[in-house]
């Protein structure tokens, strides 16, 4: 008989507290996860949103071609016109 | 029962109730993690798919550039040779003479001449470009100058009445003015009102 209170003594004062101890540790730390998920959740969809700007590049890419012939033929206009240094 | 027993199953029910309420909550907060984490991924799945052209497209922009720096810094060493193509550069951006060009890279070790501490950015560019203003004489190129520096400003002759164009040799003289000048102006009668010409005056 002393042995089974022995067993209770030790159930009710070692281990419910160590497996409460833990188990709330590991509900802590799984719920500290929860606003960091929201917040990388939240920060790619904002990173999404920007790279809605991404599809004008092309225009940016014809208009650089554009502006890269209208230089290149003033240039030759100039190299015509303008005598050499030597 | 003994009273023992009774309190072991009270321990092992509470033991119990403890696991399942930690458990349980903690099933609920990886659930949440999970749909954050499934919304992470999708908006990563939007960027990676609206980023994979950019790549490509900016590599096509850069090459384009590229290009046009190529021939601009060609065109420039051309025109101007390359001592006064570095000073101008350096002008206009002080520190880039020690880069030097691109396409050039022996520019890095010329020597820019301190042309932006005397003239300013557009006669400097006229000078160096067209070597059609004045300044062009002094230019350090030593190019020869497109326009007659000495007979250049005679061009404001032009701007003067027609009578001036005839280059006449005398021009009529101003009038002298003082109480020996050969004509005497008669003083007005009030200050601002010229008198009357005598010949009005007859007439």
Same mark, same amino acid.
Request: no cysteine; proline share 6%; charged share 20%.
């Given at each position: ?86 | ?12 029910? /509470?033991?119990? #109730? ?10 609920? =907060?990886?659930? *949440?993690? +999970?749909? $954050? &984490? ?26 384009? /550039?590229?290009? #046009? ?10 025109? =101007?040779?390359? *001592?006064? +193509?570095? $000073? &101008? ?46 300044? +062009? ?67």
């Amino acid at each position: 008989m002393t042995l089974w209170w022995i067993g209770d003594i030790l159930l009710l004062v070692v281990v419910l507290p160590v497996v409460v101890y833990l188990l709330r540790g590991v509900l802590a730390e799984a719920r500290g996860i929860v606003p960091s998920v929201r917040r990388i959740g939240a920060a790619a969809a904002a990173g999404s949103k920007d790279l809605d700007a991404a599809p004008l590049l092309l225009t940016t890419r014809d208009q650089v071609i554009k502006t890269v012939e209208t230089v290149a033929d003033y240039g030759g206009s100039l190299d015509v016109i303008i005598d050499d240094a030597s | 029962m003994p009273a023992a027993g009774v309190v072991l199953i009270v321990a092992v029910v /509470l033991i119990v #109730a403890a696991l399942v309420y930690y458990l349980v909550s903690t099933i609920f =907060a990886l659930r *949440q993690i +999970a749909a $954050g &984490l499934d919304e992470a991924i999708a908006s990563v799945g939007e960027i990676v798919e609206k980023s994979a052209p950019v790549n490509g497209i900016v590599t096509t922009i850069n090459e384009h /550039l590229d290009a #046009a720096v190529s021939a601009l810094e060609g065109l420039l060493v051309k025109k =101007a040779g390359m *001592q006064d +193509a570095v $000073g &101008l550069v350096d002008g206009l951006y002080p520190g880039a003479a020690a880069e030097g060009f691109r396409d050039f890279p022996e520019s890095a070790t010329v020597k820019p001449p301190r042309i932006a501490e005397v003239y300013t950015r557009g006669t400097l560019t006229l000078a160096r470009l067209g070597r059609e203003a004045p300044i +062009a004489a002094a230019s350090p190129s030593g190019g020869p100058v497109l326009r007659n520096v000495t007979g250049g400003s005679l061009a404001a002759r032009a701007l003067y009445p027609e009578v001036r164009q005839t280059r006449p040799t005398a021009l009529e003289r101003s009038p002298i003015i003082g109480t020996d000048s050969p004509v005497q102006y008669e003083p007005s009668e009030e200050p601002g009102v010229r008198r009357r010409m005598k010949a009005k005056e007859e007439a």
